[in-house]
């Protein structure tokens, strides 16, 4: 009968032993999994606030120094993705100021705009209006600032009204709009 017990106890305390050791690689195999998924989860949480991406209808964007308004436009749709800081742009139009007046105004098919380099680029039927008439029609405009010139290419029409017209592949206008001039062959007509 003792050994009966024994047999009874050491069959109950192998069963014990079995369950704590179950019990106990469960733990552990859910600490570990814990462990090992955490580096996982931080970067899955890290890319998603670091790489936001935004589609917008009817966008303004407008830049401002002083406290004065430096250029504005607005656009049909953008798409903005922070990995590259630019947003595409769609249906644009807008204006450039000088002392709080318009000095010009413009409209292109598609562009860009950098946030990093404060820099948009116009493209497809692009049109610049100055505030006197001048008009000037080109496949691309760069403009990078007041303080650098603003680059026009491709199929250039710069047009003083009732004076000249004038054609060639690139144009360079002066930021602040003052002053321009076209490189390489150009075809000059003018009013009479």
Not at 81 to 96: A, K
Not at 98 to 112: L, R, Y
């Amino acid at each position: 009968m003792i050994l009966k017990n024994i047999i009874k106890d050491k069959k109950n305390l192998a069963y014990i032993i079995l369950f704590l050791i179950i019990v106990l690689s469960c733990l552990w195999a859910f600490i570990s999994a814990g462990i090992i998924t955490k580096s996982f989860k931080n970067k899955i949480i890290d890319q998603t606030y670091k790489n936001k991406e935004a589609n917008i209808e009817s966008l303004l964007v407008t830049e401002t120094k002083d406290g004065t308004k430096s250029w504005e436009l607005f656009a049909d749709k953008g798409m903005y993705t922070d990995s590259d800081n630019v947003v595409l742009l769609e249906g644009i139009i807008g204006n450039f100021y000088d002392d709080k007046q318009v000095k010009a105004s413009f409209k292109a098919d598609k562009g860009t705009y950098n946030a990093s380099k404060k820099e948009i680029i116009l493209y497809n039927n692009v049109i610049l209006v100055y505030e006197d008439g001048t008009n000037l029609s080109a496949e691309k405009i760069i403009y990078a600032g007041k303080d650098k010139d603003i680059i026009a290419e491709g199929n250039i029409r710069l047009e003083k009204p009732n004076e000249a017209i004038i054609f060639g592949r690139k144009a360079i206008l002066e930021g602040d709009f003052s002053d321009f001039h076209i490189e390489g062959r150009t075809r000059t007509q003018f009013y009479m």
